[in-house]
């Protein structure tokens, strides 16, 4: 069965510090995306990377990174330079190639807050 | 710019009342979701359309009903909501083209309050 666990329920770091958020999936298909998404005060569940079971390469946009590694079924997200405005909830999430069209799975999300 | 929208942003109604979210997009995508988010959980699907062909999840409460009368609209249904029907209402989209393979964009929700 897929699962996504975040294992950090809240974070607080001052501005200006990196932060990484944890992200540990569970499938048996061997064809998958991972994704983030950035869920600001306002509600919008806002897109933020994708990611192919294929495609280990880390990829870096600005101050936010990702980590994937499929020996450690992890992908994990670092915000450098942290700002307040990085302040949200952030979810990963599992989607299966063989899961039909309601295949996004959802972790419970960590919750960040940026100190200024 | 906005592509995927949601009306009314929050929306009030009573124990028991009929109440209807609506959804639209401009990205000509296939797939429309809806999605159920309570206060500090993840969003919890309930149902979708592929096209015409309407896809509700197994827990999802007969209360819930949806509504795609073409391409870029969709409603959902609360028919007689209750105290717990309280939440965040997300709607999201995807093109359709990889089953289980894509990205869903979502719309910035409606909050739903029952008195």
């Known amino acids: 069965a897929q699962k996504v666990t975040q294992a950090q329920t809240e974070i607080s770091v001052v501005e200006k510090e990196d932060v990484t958020l944890d992200c540990v999936y569970e499938?048996?298909?061997?064809?998958?995306?991972l994704f983030w998404y950035k869920q600001p005060p306002s509600g919008e569940l806002v897109f933020l990377i994708r990611?192919?079971?294929?495609?280990?390469q880390n990829e870096i946009s600005g101050r936010y990174s990702w980590n994937f590694q499929k020996s450690t079924s992890s992908f994990n997200f670092t915000i450098t330079a942290s700002q307040v405005v990085d302040s949200a909830v952030y979810f990963c999430?599992?989607?299966?190639?063989?899961?039909?069209?309601?295949?996004?799975?959802f972790g419970k999300g960590t919750r960040l807050s940026v100190i200024a | 710019d906005a592509m995927v929208i949601q009306n009314p942003r929050y929306q009030v109604t009573q124990f028991g009342k009929p109440v209807t979210l609506s959804c639209s997009q401009t990205?000509?995508?296939?797939?429309m979701y809806w999605y159920q988010q309570k206060s500090s959980q993840a969003p919890k699907l309930l149902f979708h359309?592929?096209?015409?062909?309407?896809?509700n999840e197994a827990d999802t409460p007969d209360n819930f009903q949806s509504r795609r009368p073409n391409t870029s609209f969709c409603f959902l249904d609360i028919r007689s909501p209750g105290l717990g029907d309280a939440a965040m209402y997300l709607c999201?989209?995807?093109?359709?083209?990889?089953?289980?393979?894509?990205?869903?964009?979502f719309g910035p929700g409606t909050r739903l309050l029952v008195l």
């Open positions: 990205l000509n995508h296939n797939v």
């Open positions: 999201a989209t995807s093109r359709g083209l990889d089953r289980g393979l894509e990205t869903q964009y």
């Open positions: 499938t048996r298909d061997t064809t998958y995306y």
């Open positions: 990611r192919n079971s294929f495609d280990e």
């Open positions: 999430a599992l989607s299966e190639a063989h899961s039909g069209n309601t295949p996004l799975v």
């Open positions: 359309y592929y096209d015409k062909d309407f896809n």
